[in-house]
């Protein structure tokens, strides 16, 4: 069958099994997929070339891959002219991309958890070298996974180890970036957060680069300007650098799906300076920016100087709302907290501790990931809200906009309800289960801990292998599970880990609290 595209990476595939057709699901077309494809076989090459070899791994061949591989992830670059661009710079024969999707489906799929995982992986690992901060031994695994993906002849016997290993380094790169960001902007503290924005000009700045925050509070400072985070930079408010900005005063809208909705007509300019980008409408389209590897057609683009006063202008232009405007989440709230990592609540770690000894905590779940648009995700609402109220709640990453505005109250002298960040941010909830795990002497599958995550793009496939590589089982995953995993595979993944789907809200704690027992 004739196919203009094969793309399933993500979450909202078609049809559950993929986009074939002229555009995917994201928006994005034929040509521009086809483009990814040849970009990502373009780095294969590159790799089978040069792997092994330390004298041709250099830090220009390393920015090719990370940078390239990020520019291929879901809701990042939807430009044909920049996806050229950057396959011209690889001096290498691509890897013909239909031997991978026309493949064994079991072959298929393996190599698909190591191409889409690394794909997360180059996103962790670009934000982490945007501060400065890398490490060999992630840079090198690139080119042995993707010089793996290119191997024609190798079965599961030789894929599996890899798909493992790129849980591994993807603990390190997490590790690594946590590391960055703290000693750039210091250890995250418990943040209120409005959804109300002010009267006056303003900028809403999306995505998750911390570093193009900053630049754009310092070029805005003193200048009548407010500046509003959005999907996955509302963990910014945080962060003791970022949040002694005055005029950084709250979050705008919702989770990353709803911008075509939440942006048509704002008086304000938006910057994007990584994933989750829509196509825009009409009604907003002249007031998008984009920055680092997000690119769309015709829109401004900063540059590597990060001069900001194209999207200063436009805020000034706009004006902003001439009075106050009140927003709410979407279960009503009008304001959200943020700022619980692994700092935070390992420093009452004893009083967490003491909880769960004397039954005020019975139990914790882990309720994170992606959000997404496909009808079902308000099962994680609804599970959130029917919690029992002697456990607490971990989130982290934008699938909390479901339920991060509803008031659980406290327990054990911390809200019930406790947002550990960005999906950046897992390594975060990592430390504090293994933290629990060796405080009560017992692995982490013997904690009452229960992990319920979703999932849409790339990200959340390293970060689910980087908790299996962990040897954590009975994960809920939804709301449904990925179109690039074959039944073998999925019954390897069930019989190892235990891996389930989500069922009902209802059906599912009834189950993870029987566990816990």
């Not at 930079?233 to 709250?250: C, D, I, N, S, V």
């Not at 449904?480 to 235990?498: D, H, M």
Request: net charge negative.
């Amino acid at each position: 069958m004739d196919r203009n595209m094969f793309c399933f990476q993500c979450e909202q595939t078609a049809g559950c099994s993929a986009c074939t057709g002229n555009a995917g699901v994201c928006g994005k077309k034929a040509d521009t997929a086809n483009l990814q494809d040849q970009l990502t076989g373009a780095l294969i090459g590159l790799a089978k070339d040069i792997n092994g070899n330390e004298k041709l791994m250099t830090e220009a061949t390393d920015k090719l891959v990370v940078e390239g591989l990020f520019s291929t992830l879901t809701n990042v670059n939807f430009n044909d002219a920049t996806l050229s661009a950057f396959i011209e710079k690889i001096a290498a024969e691509p890897y013909p991309m239909k031997e991978l999707w026309n493949a064994n489906e079991d072959i298929r799929s393996l190599k698909s958890l190591i191409l889409f995982g690394i794909r997360g992986l180059a996103a962790y690992a670009y934000h982490a070298k945007v501060l400065g901060y890398q490490n060999a031994e992630i840079n090198r695994f690139f080119y042995k996974a993707l010089s793996a993906i290119g191997m024609d002849d190798w079965g599961m016997e030789e894929l599996l180890p890899i798909v493992m290993e790129v849980g591994e380094i993807n603990l390190k790169c997490m590790a690594l970036l946590d590391k960055a960001n703290t000693e750039t902007y210091g250890n995250p503290v418990p943040s209120e957060v409005s959804l109300t924005v002010e009267k006056g000009p303003f900028i809403v700045i999306s995505g998750h680069d911390l570093y193009d925050l900053k630049q754009l509070l310092e070029q805005t400072e003193g200048k009548g300007i407010n500046i509003y985070t959005h999907g996955e930079m509302l963990p910014a408010h945080a962060y003791p650098e970022l949040k002694k900005y005055a005029h950084l005063k709250g979050n705008f809208g919702t989770a990353w799906q709803n911008q075509q909705k939440e942006f048509a007509d704002i008086p304000a300019p938006v910057l994007f300076t990584t994933n989750c980008l829509m196509p825009p409408k009409a009604s907003y389209a002249d007031r998008i920016f984009t920055t680092e590897v997000v690119s769309y057609p015709e829109l401004v683009h900063i540059g590597e100087d990060k001069d900001f006063t194209p999207v200063i202008e436009k805020a000034l232009d706009l004006g902003g709302y001439p009075e106050d405007q009140r927003f709410t989440g979407i279960n009503g709230g009008e304001k959200v907290l943020t700022g619980f990592a692994h700092n935070t609540v390992l420093s009452v770690a004893d009083t967490v501790i003491e909880a769960v000894k004397s039954g005020a905590i019975k139990h914790f779940f882990l309720v994170g990931g992606c959000d997404g648009a496909k009808p079902g995700r308000n099962y994680y609402t609804e599970f959130v809200k029917q919690t029992p109220k002697d456990s607490v709640i971990l989130t982290l990453a934008c699938g909390k906009y479901r339920f991060n505005d509803l008031d659980l109250g406290t327990i054990g002298g911390l809200p019930r309800l406790l947002d550990m960040g960005q999906c950046n941010d897992a390594y975060s909830a990592i430390k504090v289960a293994v933290a629990l795990s060796e405080a009560f002497q017992c692995s982490v599958n013997e904690l009452p801990l229960s992990m319920v995550l979703s999932w849409y793009e790339q990200k959340a496939v390293c970060i689910l292998l980087t908790l299996l590589h962990l040897g954590i089982k009975n994960i809920l995953l939804g709301p449904s599970l990925p179109a690039f995993i074959s039944p073998n595979v999925l019954n390897y993944l069930v019989e190892t880990y235990n891996i389930a789907p989500i069922t009902t809200p209802e059906k599912d704690l009834k189950k993870l609290l029987n566990q816990s027992k």
